[in-house]
């Protein structure tokens, strides 16, 4: 069985020259020394390549790996894109649809710049606090401690429990509405007011997208809204899908030959029936390991953070 080490990236960025350097993501430097790592132990792959494999039976090189980008960020074309431009290796792009064609900043990247803004999680954490006993009737709302010691139970990654808290809370917790609702109202306390302008600074534009494509570049699905899909009806799941192809048509991506990535990694049975039924032919985890080339794994394909590589050779 063929397999492929697929790496996943969000924000690259030269994070010294930005007005939120608390962003986590991976510094440029860091970047150039991860692809001379891999250079040194890898190939080089294509998305057109992995499809070719799991449905024509093509042959991989040895060693193949495959470079993911997600979120749509600007980054990824002033940063990202030359680099990988000159080194003549074809990245796959997975921006949310409503991000780019619509300049909304994203809920997830409102959180993200929220928690960069404001360095005492506590304060955060009374604010919500406050949404949460202004709405406890309105929406059935169970006690503030319910919650905090809910959402804290299994801590991941660096985050301590105030800011897996505000992170799950703000996700997919409470109802979609008091989550955007109390969302909106912590960027416009803590970052700005302006959203269009904010997200104009924040995402690539279609121009952009579109001059990627013109140099090999890969773009897939990553949703409309960037939802956790897992968690909404199968109809609202084919209603963002169907909203993400509309985009991917107008820039020019074959509708019977196109890629996804789940936002968040949230996938379930009938997103994948849906996947199937819109001619999807890979789709993209956050499920840490090595992928398996076949098609009973094409729509549930694992991926490395970039965390998980070293940073030199």
């Known amino acids: 069985m063929q397999t492929v080490s697929i790496i996943t990236y969000h924000f690259v960025r030269k994070f010294y020259n930005t007005k939120y350097p608390e962003i986590k993501g991976l510094p440029v430097k860091d970047f150039n020394e991860q692809l001379n790592y891999l250079s040194k132990h890898y190939v080089f792959v294509t998305a057109e390549d992995c499809i070719n494999a799991i449905y024509n039976n093509g042959d991989l090189p040895s060693n193949p790996v495959l470079l993911t980008f997600d979120d749509g960020y600007i980054d990824h074309f002033t940063e990202v894109f030359p680099i990988l ?66 959402l804290t139970r299994n801590l991941y990654g660096f985050d301590n429990k105030e800011i897996t808290f505000i992170k799950r809370i703000l996700q997919k917790e409470l109802d979609k509405k008091l989550r955007e609702s109390i969302i909106d109202k912590l960027f416009k306390k803590y970052v700005t007011y302006d959203d269009e302008s904010f997200a104009n600074e924040l995402y690539m534009n279609i121009s952009q997208i579109e001059h990627m494509i013109g140099h090999g570049m890969h773009i897939g699905g990553h949703g409309h809204e960037h939802c956790w899909l897992n968690t909404i009806s199968p109809k609202e799941q084919e209603a963002d899908i169907d909203a993400s192809l509309v985009f991917l048509k107008k820039i020019g991506i074959d509708s019977n030959n196109w890629i996804m990535c789940y936002p968040y990694g949230g996938y379930n049975k009938s997103l994948i029936e849906i996947l199937k039924k819109k001619n999807c032919k890979l789709a993209f985890t956050v499920n840490k390991g090595i992928a398996k080339m076949n098609k009973k794994n094409a729509l549930t394909l694992e991926r490395f953070d970039t965390n998980d590589l070293p940073l030199t050779c």
């Open 85 to 150: 431009k000159k080194l003549g290796i074809k990245g796959v792009f997975f921006p949310p649809s409503k991000a780019v064609q619509e300049n909304k900043v994203l809920s997830v990247n409102k959180i993200h710049f929220i928690l960069a803004s404001v360095k005492n999680s506590k304060v955060l954490l009374n604010d919500i606090y406050e949404s949460l006993d202004s709405n406890r009737h309105l929406y059935n709302l169970n006690s503030n401690k319910y919650y905090f010691e809910l």
